[in-house]
């Protein structure tokens, strides 16, 4: 698919933080080295259960009860990537990566 395309475009004009949750330290670990291993471009990764502590200017996101709480601290934009699970979620939705791209402006 699109996304190493995707996070290569974004990452070249623009400051890339990836912020995921993960259970354990170890899968941590192998997240970051997944990354690597798949060569995906990022600035920063965060780690964190409540990804509202992320400040930036958008936030992609699947699960309706993170993009609510990202959209109710307003530190980021956020934007729904569409799953069947999130169609109910009133904010911006996109449906692919390149509509990412055309919503931000990257």
Do not use: C
């Not at 409540?50 to 990202?70: C, F, M, T």
Request: glycine share 4%; hydrophobic share 40%; aromatic share 12%.
């Amino acid at each position: 698919d699109y996304a190493k395309e995707f996070m290569e475009r974004l990452a070249r004009f623009n400051e890339v933080t990836i912020v995921t949750w993960q259970p354990t330290k170890y899968i941590e670990t192998l997240t970051k080295l997944w990354l690597d291993q798949q060569e995906i471009p990022y600035h920063r990764i965060i780690f964190a259960a409540d990804k509202s502590v992320y400040r930036g200017d958008w936030q992609i996101d699947d699960a309706p009860h993170n993009l609510e709480r990202i959209a109710r601290m307003g530190r980021a934009k956020p934007i729904a990537m569409d799953r069947p699970w999130n169609q109910r979620w009133p904010g911006r939705h996109a449906v692919d990566y390149k509509h990412i791209l055309e919503i931000t402006g990257a």
